[in-house]
């Protein structure tokens, strides 16, 4: 063996190590750039690198190449021909050096090792790849589209298909195109059985453009990836973990994922177990406070490099990722793909109770807290209200606090809602998009007032109730700004998702057996059934009456308890209802949001002006007296009629007796 003494490297015959020992002696050294090569055919081939000569050329496509052996490996391209074949599996390949780096496989060869975290890698590329993007800062590829930036031009390569739509993956068996190579390997194993299932594991939704998945880093670290290895939207899983049943789309997700249950990377404060020493020691500093990261405006700290960054933006107001579709501007890539599932339509989070879907997994997991979820652990501190997420509960504390954090940059108006300044911009300063901004501001106070979570004995049911009388609400007069509108009745509602739950109806979808009637959900209809089976589940343990609504029940007891949560800031008076407050707020404010079509008299709720048009405008008398046969509109007014007979009788038995 033969050993340099300036880089240690070892040669195997002197020739060899002759003609490394020129390198260092610089004999053979390129004038352009200053690199040096072992021999002069070496240097000749590396300026043609500078000079852009390219003699050798392809006979079949015209192609040319700075070396002729990379002219006969691409000339294989054209025939089809594979002479180097492994021994230990049927693949074949075009160049020797694809074959020995195949071989690794076999083998578990990895080389090549990272000076800085120590993980091997197959080949050269593999560990340059990785540096780029692990271990360096520096992003040299910027995306036209976006402004994303990239370590290496093939992740920008990648990456562009998802603006372009461009598919330049053909199926030779059918027709149908792809992004990506992996996409059209996956598309060949599914539909024609071709293929090897071990290197194509992952399902179309997995594939995406290549992301860094290292154990060293801050934000890059491959926990986010690892965490998205089990995400719902998954179709074909082949890894699955034994402890928790998880299932990952490759092999090393799961590697990675089993040292949480060996904990190899334990916390010693609360015994939680990670994949990797650096998401361990991040963890750690939420035991010990630290915080080394610090924002130079406003002095903030941060646990992670990444969130810094993050919140710099909301200083600079920087928004770098631009939607191409619209003029929308975002400060993270990841509220960019959210956003772009709204051109799309994809909704890949799929509710396993109900089937709903959602455009990302932060309202997927809201949706089961709230609908799903009987825990309530955000508590009110000013009326004991409970919450499922701590984002309803701060926004139900500022109808207490009377806070106002979103102000209009334009004006000195203030409101609780960032909602409410949207359509102050809009009604106002005509600034902004009137399609998110279409609710008028006494439809989002009544929100706010009404806000109410549902009881732990609370159902699905109940929920979907109240979608549907908001829905029959969202035609009513006080909305000052209705962009969606029902073909069918005209209706006009002040949210896409309104109407199309509104939709429903007219399709008959939900539509109840015994009377016709159609609904907008199948928990309103299963309901509504119960008018007609007479089944009421909920119980009063007081007096033993029976409700068919749970929150029917909750209000009900407050006659036993003397309960009136609900108070009004501006007198004395207090209610058992919400909604009842809501209304008795008009009498301070003097608002009468209901008009009559006929008469134009206003009431302060819907059902003072149904009892108006039934009285008034209306010779409809359904209600019949069993004493006299009067007819009436209102049951109420039956039930004071029947009073004079009943009060009659009563004085008759007297005078008898």
């Known amino acids: 063996m033969y050993s340099c003494t300036e880089c240690r490297k ?25 690199k040096c090569f072992p021999r002069k055919e070496k240097l000749t081939t590396h300026r043609r690198s500078h000079s852009g000569e390219k003699p050798f050329e392809c006979s079949v496509c015209g192609k040319r190449f700075a070396l002729a052996k990379n002219l006969t490996a691409h000339g294989r ?6 002479p180097y074949k492994c021994l230990l599996c049927d693949k074949a390949y075009n160049r020797s050096g694809e074959l020995t780096v195949h071989l690794r496989i076999h083998t578990g060869d990895r080389p090549y090792k990272c000076s800085v975290c120590d993980k091997s890698f197959s080949t050269s590329s593999y560990l340059r790849t990785h540096e780029r993007r692990i271990h360096s800062n520096v992003r040299p590829h910027l995306c036209s589209y976006c402004g994303k930036q990239f370590a290496v031009v093939g992740d920008l390569k990648d990456h562009l298909p998802v603006h372009t739509g461009v598919k330049p993956f053909s199926c030779k068996l059918c027709s149908e195109k792809f992004m990506w ?13 071709v293929g090897e299932s071990c290197s194509i594991n992952q399902s179309e939704a997995d594939i995406e453009p290549r992301t860094s998945v290292c154990t060293v880093g801050d934000e890059q670290v491959a926990k986010r990836r690892l965490d998205e290895g089990s995400d719902r939207r998954s179709g074909d899983k082949m890894y699955s973990c034994t402890e928790c049943q998880k299932f990952f789309s490759h092999k090393k997700y799961l590697t990675l994922h089993m040292n949480v249950h060996t904990s190899k990377y334990k916390c010693d404060e609360c015994g939680k177990g990670f994949h990797g020493k650096y998401t361990l020691a991040k963890h750690r500093r939420s035991h010990s406070g630290e915080k080394p990261f610090q ?10 490099a990444g969130y810094l960054t993050e919140h710099s933006r909301t200083h600079s107001g920087e928004k770098p990722y631009k939607c191409q579709l619209c003029d929308r501007a975002f400060d993270r890539p ?3 793909a959210v956003h772009m599932r709204v051109h799309t339509g994809d909704k890949p989070y799929k509710c396993s109770v109900c089937d709903k879907s959602f455009r990302s997994s932060s309202r997927l997991q809201a949706h089961e807290r709230c609908i799903h979820s009987s825990v309530r652990p955000h508590l009110c501190s000013y009326c004991g209200k409970q919450f499922a997420t701590v984002a309803d509960l701060n926004h139900h504390v500022r109808v207490h606090t009377g806070v106002k ?46 806000r109410k979570p549902r009881l732990p004995d609370g159902t699905v ?10 829905l ?9 700004a209705k962009a969606y509108s029902c073909t069918e009745c005209q209706k006009c509602f002040s949210n896409k998702d309104c109407l199309r739950v509104h939709m429903y109806i007219h399709s008959g979808k939900y539509k109840c057996d015994e009377c016709g009637k159609c609904f907008c959900g199948r928990h309103v209809l299963a309901m509504h059934r119960r008018s007609h089976s007479g089944e009421k589940p909920f119980q009063c343990s007081v007096c033993g009456k029976r409700f068919a609504l749970a929150k029917n029940l909750t209000v009900h007891s407050r006659i036993h308890s003397g309960e009136k949560p609900y108070k009004c800031p501006l007198c004395d008076k207090s209610f058992e209802r919400s909604g009842h407050l809501a209304i008795h707020m008009r009498i301070h404010s003097g608002e009468r949001p209901y008009k009559c079509s006929v008469c134009d008299k206003c009431f302060r709720s819907s059902i003072v002006l149904q009892k108006h048009e039934q009285r008034i405008h209306s010779n409809v008398r359904p209600h019949l007296c069993s004493y006299c046969g009067k007819q009436f509109a209102t049951v109420a007014e039956v039930k004071q009629h029947v009073r004079v007979h009943t009060t009659a009788q009563n004085t008759s038995a007297e005078d008898t007796q």
């Open 10 to 34: 070892c040669f195997s015959t002197k020739k060899k190590f002759a003609r490394h020992t020129n390198i260092h002696r610089r004999k053979y050294k390129c004038s352009e750039c200053g």
């Open 77 to 82: 391209i054209h025939s089809g021909e594979k």
């Open 181 to 193: 190579r992996r996409l059209l390997k996956i598309h060949l194993l599914k539909t024609h059985s």
């Open 295 to 304: 924002c130079s405006v406003c002095g903030r700290r941060f646990t992670v």
């Open 334 to 336: 990841a509220h960019l």
């Open 405 to 450: 954090p979103f102000s209009c940059s334009l004006c000195s108006e203030k409101f609780m809602l960032q909602k409410l300044l949207k359509v102050h911009l809009l009604k106002t300063h005509n600034v902004g998009e009137s399609c998110s901004t279409i609710q008028s501001e006494a439809d989002i106070n009544k929100k706010l007032q009404n």
């Open 461 to 470: 049911g109940d929920e979907q109730f109240a979608k549907q009388r908001r």
């Open 472 to 480: 029959k609400e969202g035609s009513n007069s006080r909305a000052v």
